[in-house]
């Protein structure tokens, strides 16, 4: 009799778990699995970012906050091939979506340097498709040209 009355009581909480009672008494129905909500969306701060989710040689590209500091790094450093030199050591420790790397094109004025920058950073782009707009950045169709040839090579 004892035993009977246990697994009454077990069989009791286990169904109150999948079931809720309705507003009805005695009535029961079985309550729907809710998916947790997806995660919030990555901010690479540059607002929309089509390559901001995109994944490149195991590698998602710089979040808001390491990319602010890039720039913040960038916008302190006078001379540019010091810039050159800082983009570089940072690109071998990240990625960067087509959006930050026009960001950083801003940092540089002399196109050859800029050019040099883009080098650099092509390797780690995690969306050269979205790149082709980068080279209406530069002045001298000749250098759009090579760089052209970079988002290319990247494909």
Not at 9 to 32: E, I, K, N, T, Y
Request: net charge positive; hydrophobic share 40%; proline share 8%.
């Amino acid at each position: 009799m004892n035993l009977r009355l246990v697994v009454v009581l077990c069989s009791v909480a286990v169904c109150s778990s999948a079931f809720a009672q309705d507003q009805r008494p005695g009535r029961w129905h079985r309550q729907r699995y809710q998916p947790p909500p997806p995660p919030p969306p990555r901010d690479c701060g540059t607002g929309y970012d089509p390559g901001c989710e995109t994944w490149r040689n195991g590698r998602l590209p710089m979040e808001a906050s390491a990319f602010n500091g890039l720039l913040a790094a960038l916008d302190a450093t006078p001379f540019e091939y010091t810039r050159l030199d800082l983009v570089r050591a940072a690109m071998g420790s990240s990625a960067l979506t087509s959006a930050q790397l026009g960001r950083v094109f801003d940092r540089f004025e002399h196109e050859y340097i800029r050019l040099d920058a883009a080098a650099a950073c092509a390797p780690v782009l995690v969306d050269p498709g979205n790149a082709w707009g980068l080279v209406a950045r530069f002045r001298h169709h000749f250098i759009g040209q090579d760089f052209a040839k970079l988002i290319a090579a990247q494909q």
